[in-house]
T-cell receptor, first 115, second 110 residues
Framework: KAGVTQTPRYLIKTRGQQVTLSCSPI?????VSWYQQTPGQGLQFLFE???????NKGNFPGRFSGRQFSNSRSEMNVSTLELGDSALYLC??????????????FGPGTRLTVL | DAKTTQPPSMDCAEGRAANLPCNHS???????VYWYRQIHSQGPQYIIH???NNETNEMASLIITEDRKSSTLILPHATLRDTAVYYC???????????FGIGTKLQVIP
């Protein structure tokens, strides 16, 4: 099976712009989670989608949003970019076996640089 | 906040066993212990998980204490390629928000 893919891998934007990142989960996986990783804050949970619905959300401002499509592919959007949004954005997918273990598989990430 | 506590860094000699500890004293009965590792700037890689029994796979062994309040990941013969940040997390599955702590930076020394 192909792994989790994320596009683009690298992105450079300027303050005030918006950006959309894409994630294609492993085939058959229904849950997609997004994380932000910065040197100072580590790996922080952004949100999780299942069946096109956001099920969980981390402590990020409303500028961070996402969605999931019927084929489980997901996008996240950051509007009005700030310098502090520079980070590695990671997507993870899982099958979501409710009531049992649910291993997440991570993509390679999108490295966003805000100038 | 992360539900786990790990030492920030550890060294291990190449070829020796690396034992990485993790405390999860508030773990719930339906929460599994997962271990992931992240090699510099790559996405985290799943290693192993367990509920209460010890587990072993081709990568590592997971030892969970009887009270489930702590666990140890064992890499039996560490190689230089095992140098990475290792994360211990607890999760009951898809409905639960997963929080990663700072992890343990393992340095394997030649």
């Amino acid at each position: 099976k192909a792994g989790v893919t994320q596009t683009p891998r690298y992105l450079i934007k300027t303050r005030g712009q918006q950006v959309t990142l894409s994630c294609s989960p492993i085939s058959g996986h229904r849950s997609v989670s997004w994380y932000q990783q910065t040197p100072g804050q580590g790996l922080q949970f952004l949100f999780e989608y299942f069946s096109e619905t956001q099920r969980n959300k981390g402590n990020f401002p409303g500028r961070f949003s996402g969605r999931q499509f019927s084929n489980s592919r997901s996008e996240m959007n950051v509007s009005t970019l700030e310098l502090g949004d520079s980070a590695l954005y990671l997507c993870a997918s899982s099958f979501d076996s409710t009531g049992g273990p649910d291993t997440q598989y991570f993509g390679p990430g999108t490295r966003l640089t805000v100038l | 906040d992360a539900k786990t506590t790990q030492p920030p860094s550890m060294d291990c000699a190449e070829g020796r066993a690396a034992n990485l500890p993790c405390n999860h004293s508030t773990i719930s009965g339906n929460e599994y212990v997962y271990w992931y590792r992240q090699i510099h700037s790559q996405g985290p890689q799943y290693i192993i998980h367990g509920l209460k029994n010890n587990e072993t796979n081709e990568m590592a062994s997971l030892i969970i204490t009887e009270d489930r309040k702590s666990s140890t990941l064992i890499l039996p013969h560490a190689t230089l390629r095992d140098t990475a940040v290792y994360y211990c997390i607890v999760s009951s599955g898809g409905y639960q928000k997963v929080t990663f702590g700072i992890g343990t930076k393992l340095q394997v020394i030649p």
